[in-house]
């Protein structure tokens, strides 16, 4: 895949996710939970090739989308891509986002503190 492919691919699933507690409807879900494992999928494909991951994050971090901007900013943290950018990111969302997003950041960046491990709970 070329970086654009990924990009377009990253956007395309990401905007199926439930972000919201609104979004936890049946139907949603199903989609929802297909979505992720394309995604899951196509990251874990990023974690194999670092320079692709480093230029295919450069631009999601620049994303709109405060959804795709905190998940690129997690995977940079936890590739070791991006540090200063998607710390202040993180930082960003954790004092001003929404509810899920403040949690979300400040979840990323417990787990990349260390004070936490990526399977306890928050």
Same mark, same amino acid.
């Given at each position: 895949?070329t970086?654009e492919?990924?990009i377009e ?10 972000q ?7 139907e ?5 939970? #297909?979505?992720a494992r394309k *995604?899951?999928? @196509? ?11 480093? +230029?295919v994050?450069a ?5 709109e989308d ?5 998940r ?6 936890h590739?070791n891509?991006?540090?200063k #950018?998607s710390v202040?990111? *993180?930082?960003y @969302?954790r004092?001003h ?6 949690m979300?950041? +400040?979840?990323?960046l ?8 990526p399977?306890?709970?928050?």
């Amino acid at each position: 895949m070329t970086k654009e492919e990924y990009i377009e691919e990253i956007i395309h699933l990401s905007s199926q996710l439930c972000q919201k507690p609104d979004d936890y409807t049946k139907e949603k879900v199903k989609v929802h939970n #297909k979505a992720a494992r394309k *995604l899951t999928a @196509l990251e874990n494909t990023l974690d194999n090739d670092l320079e692709m991951a480093g +230029e295919v994050y450069a631009e999601l971090l620049d994303n709109e989308d405060t959804y795709i901007k905190q998940r690129s900013a997690a995977a940079c943290l936890h590739l070791n891509l991006h540090i200063k #950018k998607s710390v202040k990111i *993180l930082e960003y @969302l954790r004092k001003h986002g929404e509810r899920w997003e403040t949690m979300g950041a +400040e979840r990323q960046l417990k787990i990349w503190r260390g004070e936490i491990g990526p399977n306890d709970p928050g």
